[in-house]
């Protein structure tokens, strides 16, 4: 397909992006540099289960991409969680599922293992 | 566009037939307009978290465009009654 109509916001474009890895963010900045608080928050919390190999775009390098995401998803706001093509939400839903130890199972479907879960087990076997 | 916390709470409280709503103003000098609320509604029994959020994001669909960072918290009254007692 070419890229000319649609730009980068097509549907269909965003639907194969969404798909190419296991774990994908939309993000306000990068990872190393996140421009935000609530995308430095997804990118922390993902840090924190040890998570490196996941997909990060940066919604400020693509004006179609920002809002295009946010038609794809119906969902308002930066930054947006994928796993394994389907939307999770954002930063408020991606932390209380960090809190209640959802992200951990996800992760598991995904065959992505925690590295909270060494941590825990470190802990019970003191 | 009215952006008050009281507008936002009267609002979420209306729409979403909800028995409790608080919303905090958050926000701070360099921020545009930032607000963090927190909903109590039988509305969200039986309903994951993301269409929990997505049933607030409908409510105030004309005002988050206006809203620079909106972080917010989706309670039944049985959560929020266990949440109180914590």
């Not at chain 2, 039988?42 to 409908?58: M, S």
Request: proline share 4%; charged share 30%; hydrophobic share 35%.
């Amino acid at each position: 397909a070419g890229s000319g109509a649609g730009g980068g916001g097509s549907a269909e474009q965003l639907d194969a992006l969404v798909k190419k890895d296991k774990v994908v963010v939309f993000l306000k900045g990068t990872p190393e540099q996140p421009q935000c608080g609530f995308s430095n928050a997804v990118v922390q919390i993902l840090r924190l289960h040890g998570v490196r190999d996941y997909a990060a775009y940066n919604v400020l390098d693509d004006p179609e991409l920002r809002q295009g995401i946010k038609d794809y998803s119906n969902w308002p706001t930066i930054p947006q969680v994928y796993l394994n093509g389907e939307f999770v939400g954002g930063c408020d839903i991606l932390l209380q599922m960090h809190q209640n130890g959802d992200l951990v199972e996800e992760l598991k479907k995904l065959g992505i293992h925690s590295a909270l879960l060494d941590e825990k087990k470190d802990q019970d076997s003191k | 566009m009215e952006l008050s916390a009281e507008y936002l709470r009267e609002k979420l409280q209306r729409d979403l037939e909800a028995e409790h709503v608080e919303v905090e103003d958050t926000t701070l000098n360099r921020c545009s307009c930032s607000f963090r609320v927190l909903v109590v509604s039988a509305k969200f029994e039986g309903k994951p978290l993301l269409q929990r959020h997505r049933l607030v994001n409908a409510c105030l669909a004309e005002e988050l465009p206006h809203i620079h960072a909106f972080e917010q918290k989706t309670l039944t009254p049985d959560q929020w009654a266990r949440e109180r007692q914590k």
